[in-house]
């Protein structure tokens, strides 16, 4: 059972560069969650999905865009890097259940992304 | 608004001495509450949750943790830190909608033998 798998684990980007990160679970989650980790800063939700078909902005949206088009998988867009991107990156889904704020998040291992 | 503050970004403890990782919170419902622990390089494990019902909640390797309604704390503990503890904790704190989480800046434990 993988759980919650990013790809690519690595990465190195030129500045007005894009790239696409891929998230894919294996557990029917409803739910699903892109977050940016900096030091010191914990982990910022960048956009979110109750839903496939759905998205919603999180705390930190500006130059990302989602799409969930499969329930199992959330791509995570970048149209045009900077370097104020530079991050890692960590993809997490959820269960819907009952009483839907009780249900833990369950991440990925994270993509490293840097910005040149 | 929902939030969570970690005191202290890095706590040493020696081997085998009590852990203690402070959470505070501050919610205008009742908060669901939750502990994560991060190794280098690697993603966030659950270590517990409080949803509802008793207030010690145990989770693994040890751990756990009090949800105080009065002074809005979840603190995590361990009676005995092991070197195998050393890592990133983070405290969060979710809402109904959506089910997001709202982080801790993180509290960074090191074990010293």
């Known amino acids: 059972n993988a759980g919650v798998t990013q790809t690519p684990k690595f990465r190195v980007l030129k500045t007005g560069q894009s790239m696409t990160l891929l998230c894919a679970q294996d557990?029917?989650?409803?739910?699903m969650y892109w977050y940016r980790q900096d030091p010191g800063m914990g982990l910022r939700l960048i956009h979110y999905?109750?839903?496939?078909?759905?998205?919603a902005k999180g705390e930190v949206p500006d130059g990302y865009n989602v799409s969930r088009l499969k329930k199992q998988n959330f791509l995570l867009g970048l149209e045009s890097a900077a370097p104020s991107q530079t991050s890692v990156y960590f993809c997490?889904?959820?269960?819907?259940?009952?009483?839907?704020?009780?249900?833990?998040?369950?991440f990925g291992d994270g993509t490293r992304l840097s910005i040149l | 608004a929902q939030s969570v503050t970690q005191l202290g970004s890095h706590v040493s403890v020696s081997e085998g001495a009590l852990v203690l990782l402070r959470c505070n919170y501050s919610?205008?419902?009742?908060?669901?509450l939750f502990w994560y622990v991060q190794y280098p390089n690697q993603g966030l494990q659950l270590l517990l949750k409080y949803t509802t019902g008793a207030t010690l909640v145990k989770g693994i390797n040890g751990f756990e943790a009090e949800f105080k309604k009065s002074e809005t704390s979840f603190h995590l503990t361990k009676p005995s830190a092991h070197m195998s503890d050393a890592a990133e904790y983070f405290c969060?704190?979710?809402?109904?909608?959506?089910?997001?989480?709202?982080f801790g800046t993180g509290t960074s434990l090191t074990v010293i033998p």
């Open positions: 997490a889904s959820s269960h819907l259940g009952g009483g839907n704020s009780n249900q833990p998040q369950h």
């Open positions: 557990m029917n989650h409803e739910y």
């Open positions: 919610s205008s419902v009742p908060p669901y």
């Open positions: 999905s109750v839903g496939e078909g759905t998205t």
């Open positions: 969060a704190v979710s809402r109904y909608t959506g089910n997001q989480f709202y």
